[in-house]
C-alpha cells in the first residue's frame, strides 16, 4: 500500500478517536486537519490512549460492523462457514482488551499523584 494512502486511512480515524477520548487533558479539538497535525505537543499518555481509540475506531469500521452486516445477510450457515463468527468473536475481544487498557491509562493518569491512587496500586506512599 502506497504511504500516501495508509496515511489518509489512519488519518479518517483520528476525528471519531478525539470524540472517543472524553477524558482528555489536552483539547485534541485544537488540530488543524488541513496541515495534518494538532497545534500542540501530544503528551506520552495522552498519545498512546489517543492511538488506542484510533485502533478501537479502525476495528469497528473494519471488522466488527462488515460482519455484523453480514450477518443480517446471509444464514446462518453460511456466516458460520466463512468463519466469520470466531474472527468477530476475536475482535471484540482485542477491542475490549483496547477499552480496558485505554481506561486504566485514563485512571492512572488521572490519580497518579493522589494518595488514594498510592493505596489501591498498593505503593505504600501514603
Do not use: G
Amino acid at each position: 500500500m502506497d504511504d500516501n494512502i495508509a496515511t489518509s486511512i489512519v488519518l479518517n480515524y483520528i476525528p471519531k478517536a478525539c470524540t472517543m477520548f472524553e477524558s482528555c487533558s489536552q483539547d485534541l479539538s485544537d488540530r488543524d486537519d488541513e496541515l495534518q497535525q494538532f497545534n500542540f505537543s501530544l503528551d506520552k499518555n495522552n498519545f498512546e490512549i489517543l492511538l488506542n481509540f484510533m485502533l478501537i475506531t479502525y476495528l469497528d469500521t473494519e471488522f466488527i460492523c462488515v460482519p455484523q452486516i453480514l450477518r443480517s445477510r446471509i444464514s446462518t450457515s453460511d456466516f458460520h462457514s466463512l468463519n466469520l463468527h470466531n474472527q468477530l468473536s476475536k475482535v471484540l475481544e482485542l477491542r475490549n482488551s483496547l477499552k480496558s487498557e485505554n481506561d486504566q491509562l485514563a485512571i492512572n493518569k488521572s490519580y497518579k499523584n493522589s494518595k488514594l491512587f498510592d493505596l489501591v496500586t498498593n505503593r505504600k506512599k501514603v
